[in-house]
């Protein structure tokens, strides 16, 4: 197994989309261990949206209420929750480097939290990576009963309505097979990466184009060239890829440059300045029972603009 830093590259978050962009993602063994691995699991999960089964007494909870749920509100909060050790867990793969990449992606708008609060406190969350129409689901956490599952829940539901086509959970957990998460070969999955980063469609009435920082929008054409780039995304980055799904030896260094070069790489200067995204479409504040009609109904309302 070849890390990342065994070749010298120097992982961006430009790099990091491009790898998104094909399927792959980094981890690291520890949060001591410095050094990042490339994975592309040979069977991934996905949470299918059309499909997504919310258990009964979860979804009491949900219209019970009680709790506020926020989008992108505290993201160092998130992640260090969901880097914190927990019961038959002694270690997390959420090292520095993990942290200051999804930071850097969250200033530009493309990752996300979803964040479960009681009482002024934070009690659940997760976040993950918005790229076109797909969401790569990175990690969740819980300090009281449920929390995760209703941020998840309101993740699927603002997915839903902005007409995403893909959730990525990586692997399939029991916790996630409860709301119906399958595992796919690798090829299909590239099949339906490929056709979410693909697709696009105009805004919403009343919604603007592009997307704001904190939001979800990628940098002028960032949507349009992960996935129109992803042919060359990939043969840069294919040097990555074992069967084992971590990265192999050889090819890094022009993994590396290949998805540096890619037409639509986002800018280092900043979030996009363009206006609301996919992602902040759907308003906060809503009630369960809305956000448990969305996720269990066909969303007509809106598409992504990254």
Known sequence: MTSIDDVMIEITPQVLLKAYACGIFPMAESAEDNALYW???ERRGILPLDRVHVPRRLARTIRQGGFEVRVD???????????????????TWIN???????????????CHTVE?????ELIGGLYGVHLGRAFFGESMFSKARD???????????????????????QFVT??????????????????????????????????????DGRGAGAG???????????????AGLRGLRSGNGAGGPGGTSSAAAGAASVPGAPGSA??????????????????????LQLVSQTSKTGCSTA
């Open 147 to 169: 929390a995760s599952k209703i941020a998840l829940v309101y993740l699927v539901a603002r997915l839903r309505h902005a007409g995403f086509e893909l959730l990525d959970t």
């Open 73 to 91: 509100n505290d993201f160092h909060a998130v992640i260090e929750g969901c880097a914190a050790p927990r019961a038959g867990r002694r270690s």
């Open 174 to 211: 029991a916790h996630l097979a409860r709301f119906g998460a399958i595992e796919v070969g690798r090829a299909e999955f590239q099949r339906l990466l490929e056709a979410a980063l693909q697709n696009r469609c105009q805004n919403p009435p009343g919604a603007a184009g592009g997307g």
């Open 96 to 110: 520095g480097r993990i942290r200051n990449l999804y930071a850097d992606l969250f200033a530009l708008g493309h």
């Open 270 to 291: 900043g979030a996009s300045p363009e206006a609301a995204s996919a992602f902040s479409l759907l308003p906060s504040g809503l009630a369960g029972a809305e956000v």
């Open 39 to 41: 994975i592309e699991p």
């Open 220 to 234: 002028p054409g960032v949507g349009a060239g992960a996935g129109a780039g992803a042919g060359a995304a990939t």
């Open 116 to 120: 479960v609060w009681d009482d002024g």
